[in-house]
């Protein structure tokens, strides 16, 4: 009966958001109510942070945001999913909401460039210092944009001044 | 922490860097301390990211099954199984019993030396050498166990989609017997095995040293453990009782008879207590399977994963299709997006797969269970010293290849 | 020849006769210290060659230090990527000389297999290497027979010259 519930309350509160069901609940969002969307959940006591990160579709020119959340009260799963344009991928952070976000947001951002507005320290975490690129998305070849028969040498400007894999 | 900020006097910045004794894998924490008291500490991984998510896209789904043993690599069969189940979960494929008996056993063994690897050099750190070889003979027994089944000792890659693989080097052709050489070396282990813990729990559960150095450091409350993704020992360790094996069982977990260790004030002594809870109850988890192996095939005989038998490939067309298009092209996943997860020895692992109908996944996401874990630790280790963020370190059991995969 | 006489005479009385590179040679080579630079999963083997069962302490070499400085043998043991090359780099030049270095693993050897953006294919690109250890994860008899291979390595008085008389400069 509690499945039920959830279901229709999600369906009645959030008018805008197109929710469907199939091995956890799924809500489709835009840009401009995912943050309302998310503070609504974590008042439906979604208490466990489970994830956050992103797909690049350029056959839409989108990257695709996802969050997951857990409910240990009524253990339930649930997926939030918000599009924004490739060009311009701005989103309001959740970082006051669920402080697990951080390093969720810092990866984000590092693997696709989804800026979130809000986060107290957005940086790199996974690549080195001074890449420029984000590996995930889908025009970035995965062995990357070094020549693979350069052989570097200590000496080499680049290398001391910590730069020398670009 | 960065160059501008300014420093009163009697303030250091400590690099405890990537090459360290004590980091179990490679990160780097600054701290800004003042005296021997920890102000501010921050936290920078990375060392090892390799690029798992991005490679995927270009494999097969047989070929990804070596790339997620890589991830927490001292217990590999868990991943392995993690994403093994996500697939059968999607897919809807049934698993005969007799095999799934045998991927638990191999599961809590994983896990056992999971939590063996966690205690031993955590303890180390704290000043008492003992356990760590005690644990570590045990482990040596847990790989002759885990080699005899799969091969390897460390990086397996054993079960797949519909169960074990089958041509395994006992089970060439049909037979499916498994040797008494098996039964009798998991009794043997768990005979040693319980002897060792006794003695390791006498020399450190009641030790005066010992609960002074770990009681009341890093102290983690229930609601932050939530709020920041902690799941696993650590989040039972702070006081919920939340086990994914319990609340969404998957692989016949609901056939055994065990219990969830739960501690209650969240700091290192309680996450020691718990695991090393956890180990004898992974160990009735065994003793149960094993006493109550059931009889059957260990590989499901579903056409989309199972290779015919070899008189049909011989005889008949279809069966020749059938092995051709396995062979050449893999499993088929039907299109779609999923997430499962599992209860890995850390906490919940989890596989986000976007499938497009070709052989290789559109987009591999994994959810690591250290990276929740480790991004609350500036927050653990504020107001104490050098020497608890040591003993808080080697406790809340990071693993480089999961956090940065 | 009455000098080769006199020699008989002494051995067998507890005086050891040879040439003091001998001597030197076999000192070293009994008495490694090793220095783990483990990353990932070949660090978890090495630790297990540490451990009792297949005993790294019989070959001399129970001192696993962790400070550079006082260590001779670098074993690289794992992954490295580009983030972690200069730290790589100067902890091998802050070993004093004479050093030799193992790669043990494919991943240190020559990339492994992941051949992705962000994965150094292998070290012997920014360090020079005496010994390959393959296998992913090598078992632990290997990585002590190569331990052994340094130490016939030391025999033999090789020593590989430090990196810059080693290899020219690319082209800039």
């Known amino acids: 009966m509690k499945e039920k519930d959830l279901f229709q309350i999600l369906k009645e509160s959030l008018p805008h958001a197109e929710i469907e069901e199939r091995e956890m609940i799924i809500i489709k969002v835009g840009k401009e109510k995912y943050l309302d969307t998310l503070k609504f959940l974590k008042d439906l006591k979604f208490d466990l942070f489970i994830d956050l990160f992103g797909t690049h579709y350029p056959a839409t020119k989108e990257i695709e945001v996802i969050v997951h959340l857990y409910s240990t009260y009524r253990i339930k799963r ?36 989804v800026r979130f507005e809000g986060h107290p320290d957005l940086k790199r975490i996974l690549t080195p210092p001074g890449f420029e690129d984000h590996p995930l998305r889908k025009d970035f070849p995965f062995r990357g944009k070094i020549p693979r028969k350069e052989k570097y040498h200590p000496d080499d400007k680049r290398f001391i001044e910590g730069e020398f894999w670009f | 922490m960065s160059s501008g900020s300014e420093m009163k006097e009697g303030r250091m910045i400590i690099n405890i860097g990537p090459s360290h004794p004590s980091t179990h894998g490679a990160f780097r924490m600054i701290t800004e301390i003042e005296g021997e008291v920890i102000i501010n500490c921050e936290v920078e991984i990375g060392y090892v990211h390799r690029g798992v998510e991005k490679f995927a896209e270009n494999l097969k789904y047989r070929q990804i099954l070596p790339l997620t043993d890589r991830l927490n690599y001292v217990s590999a069969i868990m991943n392995n199984i993690g994403y093994v189940t996500a697939l059968e979960r999607y897919m809807k494929i049934d698993v005969p019993k007799k095999a799934q008996y045998i991927r638990v056993i191999l599961n809590e063994l994983s896990r056992i030396s999971d939590h063996l690897t966690c205690i031993g050099p955590n303890v180390v750190d704290i000043g008492a050498l003992t356990p760590f070889w005690y644990f570590f003979r045990e482990r040596e027994r847990i790989y002759e166990i885990i080699e005899m089944w799969t091969g390897a000792r460390l990086t397996t890659s054993y079960p797949w989609v519909g169960g074990l693989w089958r041509d395994h080097p006992w089970i060439g052709g049909f037979k499916e017997e498994i040797p008494a050489e098996f039964e009798k070396k998991v009794r043997g282990f768990l005979k040693t095995m319980k002897s060792a813990i006794d003695d390791v729990e006498g020399l450190l559960t009641g030790n005066r040293i010992f609960i002074e150095r770990t009681k009341g450091i890093g102290v983690m409350p229930a609601e932050k453990a939530l709020e920041y993704g902690w799941t696993g020992p650590c989040l039972r360790a702070s006081g919920v009782a939340w086990d994914l094996r319990k609340v969404e069982p998957y692989m016949c977990y609901e056939d055994f008879d065990f219990e969830v260790p739960v501690g209650e004030n969240g700091d290192t002594y309680d996450r020691y207590l718990v695991r090393m809870e956890e180990i004898r109850q992974s160990m009735r988890i065994v003793e149960q399977a094993i006493d109550g192996l059931p ?18 490939v ?83 059991n990071i693993i480089a290849g999961e956090l940065d995969r | 020849m009455g000098i080769e006489i006199e020699v008989e005479k002494l051995r067998g009385q507890g005086i ?95 990339g492994g297999f992941f051949d992705t953006y962000s994965v150094l294919q292998g070290i012997d690109r920014i360090i020079p290497v005496d010994v390959y250890v393959p296998g992913c994860p090598p078992t632990p008899e290997s990585i002590i027979s190569a331990v052994m291979k340094i130490q016939r390595l030391i025999d033999e008085g090789k020593v590989l010259k430090s990196y810059e008389r080693e290899r020219p400069l690319p082209n800039p």
Request: net charge neutral.
């Open chain 1, 78 to 113: 649930i997926r939030v999913k918000c599009r924004v344009p490739e060009d311009n991928p701005v989103l309001p952070s959740v970082y006051n909401l669920w402080k697990g976000a951080d390093w969720f947001e810092r990866e984000t951002y590092d693997m696709l460039g």
């Open chain 2, 295 to 312: 009889e059957g095939p260990l590989m499901t005989s579903d056409p989309r994963v199972c290779f015919p038998p070899k008189k049909e």
């Open chain 2, 314 to 396: 011989y005889s008949t067309i279809e069966g020749l299709i059938r092995q051709f298009e396995l062979v050449m092209y893999d499993i088929q996943v039907p299109e779609g997006e999923f997430y499962y997860a599992v209860e890995a020895a850390n906490g919940e692992l989890g596989f986000y797969i976007v499938s497009d109908g070709t052989g290789k996944p559109y987009r591999f996401r994994i959810r690591p269970p250290c990276f929740a874990i480790y991004q609350a630790f500036p927050y653990l280790v504020k107001g104490l010293k050098i020497a608890d963020l040591i003993a808080v370190l080697g406790s809340i």
């Open chain 3, 16 to 110: 050891v006769v040879g040439s003091l590179k001998k001597i030197v040679r076999w000192a070293r080579k009994n008495s490694l210290w090793p220095f783990p630079f483990a990353t990932k999963c070949c660090g978890i083997e090495f630790m297990a060659v540490v451990g009792a069962h297949y005993d790294l302490a019989r070959f001399g070499a129970e001192v696993v230090r962790f400070s550079p400085r006082q260590a001779d043998l670098l074993m690289v043991a794992g992954t490295i990527t580009y983030k972690m090359v200069p730290v790589l780099k100067t902890i091998y030049e802050q070993i004093c000389e004479p050093k030799w270095v193992i790669a043990v693993g494919d991943c240190a050897s020559s």
